[in-house]
């Protein structure tokens, strides 16, 4: 199975400040159809997780742009230009390209 | 609005069965693969398998394929997730989603399961 490791588990945080989320996997994540399928979601406490970006760097539809996705291979970041409180939560990175399917540990994003 | 509204959790023996069921609306249920997932205690996350929009292929995650089924009806728009010989491992919320091209694009509100005598 694809392990992923997620950095920091913690991440303590101002508002404004910018902040990033490394995510690294175990074994390459480019598909053999030349997508790299890295996805990144946020679980608010006591809310479902959502999905924020997939394939590496797409935003979903709704998402601020103050989120952006990076990295190939096996190292992607999430880095959030300027947190806002509706940002706090826990942060999953997540892979589509190897079965089964895999989660990272999480990050979770509080206030300082 | 796509919705995906889980039911049949709660208190259960170890050893013993239980089915959760998910209904969706808001989308044509047929044309879309669907997915469990369930999160621990602890926040873990674990991809339990998914099931092709005509019910006709499933894949499972190697740890549980072998206790867990999902199957659907695609005439009640109904995905069902069957569990066996529950262990107190298998304590934890479980989603439905919704398989998009890359990702999962829905989660339902989750459904908690709790293994113990």
């Known amino acids: 199975d694809v392990v992923l490791t997620q950095t920091p588990p913690t991440l303590l945080a101002t508002i404004g400040q910018s902040v990033s989320i490394s995510c690294r996997s175990s074994?390459?994540?480019?598909?053999?159809?030349?997508?790299?399928?890295l996805n990144w979601l946020l679980q608010r406490t006591g809310q479902s997780p959502q999905p924020l970006i997939y394939l590496v760097s797409k935003l979903e539809s709704g998402v601020p742009n103050r989120f952006s996705g990076s990295g190939s291979g096996t190292d992607f970041t999430l880095k959030i230009s300027g947190v806002e409180a509706e940002d706090l939560g826990v942060y999953y990175c997540?892979?589509?390209?190897?079965?089964?399917?895999?989660f990272g540990g999480g990050t979770k994003l509080e206030l300082k | 609005e796509v919705q995906l509204v889980e039911s049949g959790g709660g208190l259960v023996q170890p050893g013993a069965s239980l089915k959760l069921s998910c209904v969706a609306s808001g989308f044509t249920f047929s044309d879309y693969w669907m997915s469990w997932v369930r999160q621990t205690p602890g926040k873990t996350m674990e991809w339990i398998g998914d099931?092709?929009?005509?019910?006709?292929?499933?894949n499972y995650a190697p740890s549980l394929k072998n206790r867990f089924t999902i199957s659907r009806d695609n005439a009640k728009s109904t995905l069902y997730l069957q569990m066996s010989n529950v262990r107190s491992e298998d304590t934890a919320t479980y989603y439905c989603?919704?398989?998009?091209?890359?990702?999962?694009?829905?989660w339902g509100q989750g459904v908690m399961v709790t293994v113990s005598s």
């Open positions: 074994q390459s994540l480019l598909h053999s159809n030349g997508n790299t399928y």
């Open positions: 997540m892979q589509f390209t190897h079965y089964p399917w895999t």
């Open positions: 099931i092709k929009y005509d019910g006709s292929y499933t």
């Open positions: 989603t919704r398989v998009g091209p890359s990702y999962f694009d829905y």
